[in-house]
Each structure stands twice: as structure tokens, then as C-alpha cells.
């Protein structure tokens, strides 16, 4: 009888830690304008005088999108995941999803999960070259590279109705 019960409570402990979990950061408008304030004076530095409206254009873009009550962030990336992957230094895939600009959908990715005990790191490569987000374990505040000016917010998957 003993045994039994050991094997139920290990099956039911293994199906409960074996869960997917997807990470929903996002970071605030104003901290997506700020962003684009400054890539803007970037370009402006570059065409010193007067710059062609078609190189303000894509700025002027940005601002126009982020505007009104119903934008709620300025950017979100969302990792779907397994929680197996945060127990072994091995890398195990993700997937990756989210809206930039404030109303733009930028598709879906593979990407690769590494765990340290502070940090997760999500890798992607979402046009030519690797991008890393990176979430701290203990705040969940993350973000691209160093910067943690994203706020990530751990949910549940009901996978219940899943044929596959």
C-alpha cells in the first residue's frame, strides 16, 4: 500500500511541475516614446540640417500609434514555456510572440530557454540576428540585454481541451 501511494504522489508531483507557464512582459508607453525620442535625435545628429520628411517618417509613425486611452503598453513580448526548462542549465525551447509600437504584432518565434538561479534568458531571432531577453528570477523585471524596463507577469496555460 505504501508503495503504491509513493508511486501516485510521484506521478501527480512530476504532471504538477511539468506545467506550461507563459511570461507576459511589457513595458510602458512612455517608455516606448522615450525610445523613439531618442533614436529620433539619433537620426537627426546622423542628416545634420534639414532631414527628409520620409526619415522622420517611421518616428512620427510610433508617436501616432501610441495615442489614445486604449493603448495600455507600449510593448510586449510574450515566452511560452515549459517549467522543466527552468530546472537544468540546458537550454529548451520557447515560444515567443508579442506587439511592438503599441498596436503592431510582430509574428511568432522558436526560441531557445537557458536558466541560471538569478536570471532566465529567452533567445530568439526575430529578423537577422539574436536577440536576448532577459528576465531576473526574483523581481521579474526584465528586458533586452541589461536593461529591465520591462515588468513580466508569470500566467498559466490551460492546455485541458488540447487534441495533441
Same mark, same amino acid.
Given at each position: 500500500?505504501?508503495?503504491?501511494?509513493?508511486?501516485?504522489?510521484?506521478?501527480?508531483?512530476?504532471?504538477?511541475?511539468? @506545467?506550461?507557464? /507563459?511570461?507576459?512582459?511589457?513595458?510602458?508607453?512612455?517608455?516606448?516614446?522615450?525610445?523613439?525620442?531618442? &533614436?529620433?535625435?539619433?537620426?537627426? &545628429?546622423?542628416?545634420?540640417?534639414?532631414?527628409?520628411?520620409?526619415?522622420?517618417?517611421?518616428? @512620427?509613425?510610433?508617436? &501616432? /500609434?501610441?495615442?489614445?486611452?486604449?493603448?495600455?503598453?507600449?510593448? /510586449?513580448?510574450?515566452?511560452?514555456?515549459?517549467?522543466?526548462?527552468?530546472?537544468?542549465?540546458?537550454?529548451?525551447?520557447?515560444?515567443?510572440?508579442?506587439?511592438?509600437? #503599441?498596436?503592431?504584432?510582430?509574428?511568432?518565434?522558436?526560441?531557445?530557454? @537557458?536558466?541560471?538561479?538569478?536570471?532566465?534568458?529567452?533567445?530568439?531571432?526575430?529578423?537577422?540576428?539574436?536577440?536576448?531577453?532577459?528576465?531576473?528570477?526574483?523581481?521579474?523585471?526584465?528586458?533586452?540585454?541589461?536593461?529591465?524596463?520591462?515588468? #513580466?507577469?508569470? /500566467?498559466?496555460?490551460?492546455?485541458?481541451? &488540447?487534441?495533441?
Amino acid at each position: 500500500m505504501r508503495i503504491l501511494l509513493s508511486l501516485c504522489l510521484t506521478c501527480f508531483s512530476i504532471v504538477a511541475i511539468a @506545467e506550461p507557464k /507563459q511570461l507576459v512582459c511589457e513595458t510602458s508607453v512612455e517608455n516606448l516614446l522615450e525610445l523613439n525620442r531618442t &533614436n529620433k535625435e539619433i537620426f537627426l &545628429n546622423l542628416f545634420r540640417g534639414e532631414p527628409s520628411p520620409a526619415i522622420l517618417a517611421p518616428f @512620427e509613425k510610433v508617436e &501616432n /500609434q501610441c495615442k489614445g486611452s486604449e493603448v495600455k503598453f507600449g510593448s /510586449q513580448v510574450t515566452f511560452v514555456f515549459d517549467t522543466d526548462g527552468l530546472k537544468n542549465s540546458a537550454s529548451s525551447s520557447v515560444e515567443v510572440s508579442g506587439i511592438r509600437n #503599441c498596436v503592431v504584432p510582430f509574428g511568432v518565434y522558436k526560441g531557445e530557454m @537557458e536558466a541560471t538561479p538569478t536570471v532566465i534568458s529567452f533567445i530568439y531571432v526575430p529578423v537577422d540576428e539574436e536577440t536576448a531577453f532577459n528576465v531576473d528570477r526574483k523581481t521579474l523585471a526584465g528586458g533586452y540585454d541589461t536593461k529591465r524596463d520591462y515588468t #513580466c507577469v508569470l /500566467q498559466d496555460i490551460d492546455t485541458s481541451e &488540447n487534441l495533441l
